[in-house]
T-cell receptor, first 114, second 111 residues
Framework: DTGVSQDPRHKITKRGQNVTFRCDPISEHNRLYWYRQTLGQGPEFLTYFQNEAQLEKSRLLSDRFSAERPKGSFSTLEIQRTEQGDSAMYLC???WGQGLGKLFFGSGTQLSVL | TQLLEQSPQFLSIQEGENLTVYCNSSSVFSSLQWYRQEPGEGPVLLVTVVTGGEVKKLKRLTFQFGDARKDSSLHITAAQPGDTGLYLC???????????FGTGTSLTVIP
């Protein structure tokens, strides 16, 4: 068990560019979550996968954001045409089971949009 | 969105003091969790409470879930510098698919 891994740890990009983040959950975990967190605030839910199916997506999530989990293992989060307001820490978490359980978080990807 | 308000937002205390952090909502939650987060890292789960009125202890930390399952508190006895961090409560959402996180309490324990 190597924990939840996120890559890259830091990303600096210019406004208007596209960025993609990767999350490798704990291997036997079927549930995967993406959250966004700004400094001093709690994480904000973005989207949730059970295996490869994306079952829930925040209504607040712009259509510039898309996430995939093609084989029910790793996941990617893409942001198109980045804006300065997208600057935040993007956290991935995974868990096991049918219901809500213990979330294991990765260390996050810190995105800075210039 | 089910909102969770935490208070205080910031807390700075001396080592050895006691403190209580509150998590309040107008919504009922089927379960509630408390996490601690250090700078540059993801949150780490401390406890899950499920039953209204439930009290759980984890060494010097005492967690309580309100009778109506709308609020919770975290009490730390004899705080230590290692307790420094961002404390987050998180309530299970309506769909049962995700947790809504509170606004957070940033705790600093001064040696």
């Amino acid at each position: 068990d190597t924990g939840v891994s996120q890559d890259p740890r830091h990303k600096i990009t210019k406004r208007g560019q596209n960025v993609t983040f990767r999350c490798d959950p704990i291997s036997e975990h079927n549930r995967l979550y993406w959250y966004r967190q700004t400094l001093g605030q709690g994480p904000e839910f973005l989207t949730y996968f059970q295996n490869e199916a994306q079952l829930e997506k925040s209504r607040l999530l712009s259509d510039r954001f898309s996430a995939e989990r093609p084989k029910g293992s790793f996941s990617t989060l893409e942001i198109q045409r980045t804006e300065q307001g997208d600057s935040a820490m993007y956290l991935c978490a995974s868990s096991w089971g049918q219901g809500l359980g213990k979330l294991f978080f990765g260390s996050g990807t810190q995105l800075s949009v210039l | 969105t089910q909102l969770l308000e935490q208070s205080p937002q910031f807390l700075s205390i001396q080592e050895g003091e006691n403190l209580t952090v509150y998590c309040n909502s107008s919504s009922v939650f089927s379960s509630l969790q408390w996490y601690r987060q250090e700078p540059g890292e993801g949150p780490v789960l401390l406890v899950t409470v499920v039953t209204g009125g439930e009290v759980k202890k984890l060494k010097r930390l005492t967690f309580q879930f309100g009778d109506a399952r709308k609020d919770s508190s975290l009490h730390i006895t004899a705080a230590q510098p290692g307790d420094t961090g961002l404390y987050l409560c998180a309530g299970a959402g309506d769909t049962g698919n995700q947790f809504y996180f509170g606004t957070g309490t940033s705790l600093t324990v001064i040696p």
